[in-house]
């Protein structure tokens, strides 16, 4: 039976692809060359704005940037910037493209099918909202990727993990009490059949899922190294996986050029993850100095979340779970502070979960880094920042390419921006009204620029 679904999901996607191609959007077909004239440049690294400047982009590159005229030849489609921002497109370090904008009651019940049309629905909502790229952090996604890298609809950029890949028992084991006990050779759960997630308990068995993944076309591999909030089943501080296992996955990883990262809140199981080679730690509300430093010292990456308070938290139907985001909440400030003082190497990222209105915060999130930012340094984190950190995909890097930077020879995404964001980083809250341009690899999504 599962045979027949894929093969009858192949055939309606083979048939949306022939569509598509066969009638391109108007959106994904982009001129010959672009030319930004008469704008002020942020550069993705650079704490102020450029001088008017003109930016030429040809098939998905920015060619040219240049103070002097740029000739507009035939075939060169002309935007008049009239001082506004040209900025690179945002880049969210941890989104769940599967899992975002779903209630987390359908994601076990209703039809896959189903389920995909809804993530599908929301990549688009994503890049409508100027992000332009994400590191997807866990969930079925390759089909969407694919979909989104061939045309068939519009999208960000995606750098898939795949299934997350978790202990028994452990943040990512979402079996349903029926599905228990697992049995050697036994049948996959829901959640495993599905993609979401992957059990393993040796690491052998670590080393099988993490290869899974690379095999489907994960870009880096993710891991479950701590408790979570929206698990019910293990307690926040608890520390997930042993040394080794974590080892097993960082070495199939690197067989691939790549890495990990991992989930984890707490010093203990941060410290094990860096012990086993870890490069990224996701989340690490609840940690303490020394670890902290101990992230400086290594270059590991910190993948930080502005969680304050419920406006913009996943929505939790279970009391524990809500104790626990509590907690969460009450690290944050803690936790910025910490990688400020050190200068560790951070992240931005949302990790909306399970509701529309939470994932349509987006910008909204980034825009409470002011509390410990200037709003140059949030923008750098979410555009030139987030770019070095998606280059540690190295050999399987799915974008090869510079993204998140205004340079000529990087990657042509790009927002056009009605107002200075370096001195009001509110206007990335309402996209809608302040975004005016959106480009990916090289093709305008959005042209709201009055006519």
Not at 82 to 95: C, Q, S, T
């Amino acid at each position: 039976m599962r045979g027949l679904r894929s093969g009858l999901l192949a055939a309606l996607l083979l048939g949306l692809c022939q569509t598509c191609h066969a009638q391109p959007s108007p959106a994904a077909s982009p001129a010959s060359a672009i030319l930004f004239q008469n704008v002020r440049i942020f550069d993705g690294r650079s704490p102020t704005l450029s001088p008017p400047f003109n930016v030429l982009v040809r098939g998905n590159v920015i060619e040219r940037i240049s103070a002097g005229a740029i000739p507009a030849d035939a075939g060169i489609q002309v935007i008049a910037g009239d001082g506004r921002v040209l900025m690179p497109g945002l880049i969210d370090a941890h989104w769940h493209a599967f899992m975002a904008a779903t209630p987390q009651p359908l994601l076990a019940t209703a039809d896959p099918a189903y389920l995909h049309l809804l993530a599908a629905r929301q990549a688009e909502a994503t890049l409508m909202r100027g992000f332009t790229t994400v590191r997807d952090l866990g969930g079925p996604v390759f089909g969407l990727k694919r979909a989104i890298d061939e045309g068939v609809m519009p999208g960000p950029r995606i750098y898939p993990s795949g299934a997350f890949i978790s202990q028994t028992s452990g943040h990512g084991d979402f079996r349903f009490s029926f599905e228990l006990p697992r049995l050697p050779g036994g049948p996959l759960s829901h959640s495993e059949v599905e993609g979401v997630a992957a059990i393993a308990d040796s690491p052998d068995e670590v080393r099988l899922r993490a290869r899974e993944q690379l095999r489907l076309g994960a870009s880096q591999i993710k891991l479950m190294a701590g408790g979570g909030v929206a698990s019910p089943h293990n307690p926040i501080e608890s520390t997930q996986f042993t040394e080794a296992e974590i080892r097993a996955a960082v070495e199939a990883a690197e067989n691939w050029g790549t890495y990990v990262t991992v989930h984890a809140y707490t010093p203990r199981a941060i410290r094990q993850a860096i012990a086993a080679g870890v490069k990224v730690i996701e989340h690490g509300h609840l940690i303490d100095e020394p670890t902290a430093k101990l992230l400086a010292d290594r270059g590991i990456w910190w993948s930080l979340q502005p969680f304050l308070d419920d406006e913009d938290a996943s929505p939790l139907v279970d009391p524990v779970s809500r104790a626990k985001a509590q907690a969460v909440f009450a690290g944050t400030d803690h936790a910025y502070k910490l990688a400020r003082t050190y200068r560790v190497k951070t992240a931005f990222g949302t990790d909306a979960l399970f509701d529309a209105r939470v994932a349509g915060r987006q910008g909204a999130q980034l825009a409470k880094l002011v509390r410990w930012y200037t709003p140059a340094e949030a923008l750098r984190m979410a555009t030139g920042d987030n770019g070095e950190l998606l280059r540690l995909s190295g050999l399987i890097n799915p974008y090869p390419g510079r993204l998140g930077v205004v340079e000529e020879g990087a990657l042509a995404d790009l927002l056009l921006v009605d107002g200075n964001p370096l001195e009001n980083l509110k206007l990335i809250e309402d996209p809608g009204k302040n975004v005016l341009i959106i480009m990916k690899d090289g093709r305008i999504y959005k042209n709201a620029l009055p006519r």
